[in-house]
């Protein structure tokens, strides 16, 4: 079945750590994007992509990198994770070309930083 | 770029009424508008979208409505019911031949249904 995958659902780890966030989507689209979510809070875009090595910083500021380098993956990285890491990253998809198009979004990975 | 306002941030309602939330954008050249519903520990999914060239759109209990000269679209729900309980979207984008709009999404409300 066609959708968008995350891994791992749920993560915590201590402070100073380096940590990927898995993304993979079975759509077939071309545009992907990652949020930090509170839980049932605001979305706040991290980063997005429009296609193989196209990578762009978001609205809210991240230091957190991406890279695509494969259509259908999007990993996140943290570096050094620190506890205000702290969040959901929820990862999602979408298609282009085609004008505006509904975002297709993940299960989300809910990080701990300890 | 956008500014999308969403309110009320939360909302509590009886099982049977109706709820109404309600955005407001501020880039008139914004053209889609969709709603997103994220239920507790759930992933976001589209509920129900529109395009600036209609002014309601309904799916079964579900409408929206977009007033494009005052920049604002409303959700509708009717006949609510206890699954209604969720934190809704909304979100606007201008979209342009090449697709490499981004969506602005609202600050949320939280609506409750009170059985």
């Known amino acids: 079945e066609a959708d968008i995958y995350q891994t791992p659902r749920y993560l915590v780890i201590g402070t100073g750590k380096k940590i990927t966030l898995e993304c993979s989507q079975t759509?077939?689209?071309?545009?992907m994007y990652w949020y930090q979510q509170d839980p049932g809070m605001e979305l706040h875009l991290i980063h997005y992509s429009y296609g193989v090595n196209s990578t762009e910083k978001g609205d809210l500021s991240s230091e957190s990198t991406v890279s695509r380098i494969r259509t259908e993956h999007f990993p996140l990285t943290l570096e050094s994770a620190r506890p205000s890491h702290t969040s959901q990253y929820l990862c999602a998809s979408s298609q282009l070309p085609g004008g505006n198009s509904p975002l297709h979004f993940g299960n989300g990975t809910r990080l701990t930083v300890t | 770029g956008e500014n999308v306002e969403q309110h009320p941030s939360t909302l509590s309602v009886q099982e049977g009424d109706s709820a109404v939330i309600k955005c407001t954008y501020s880039?008139?050249?914004?053209?889609?508008f969709p709603w997103y519903k994220q239920e507790l520990g759930k992933r976001p999914q589209l509920i129900i979208d529109i395009r600036s060239n209609v002014g309601e759109k309904k799916d079964q209990r579900i409408a929206v409505t977009l007033n494009k000269t005052a920049k604002h679209f409303s959700l509708h729900i009717t006949e609510t019911q206890p699954e209604d309980s969720a934190v809704y979207f909304c979100?606007?984008?201008?979209?342009?031949?090449?697709?490499?709009?981004?969506?602005?999404f609202g600050t949320g409300t939280r609506l409750t249904i009170i059985p």
């Open positions: 880039d008139s050249a914004s053209n889609y």
């Open positions: 979100a606007a984008s201008k979209g342009t031949n090449f697709g490499n709009e981004k969506l602005t």
């Open positions: 759509m077939g689209h071309d545009k």
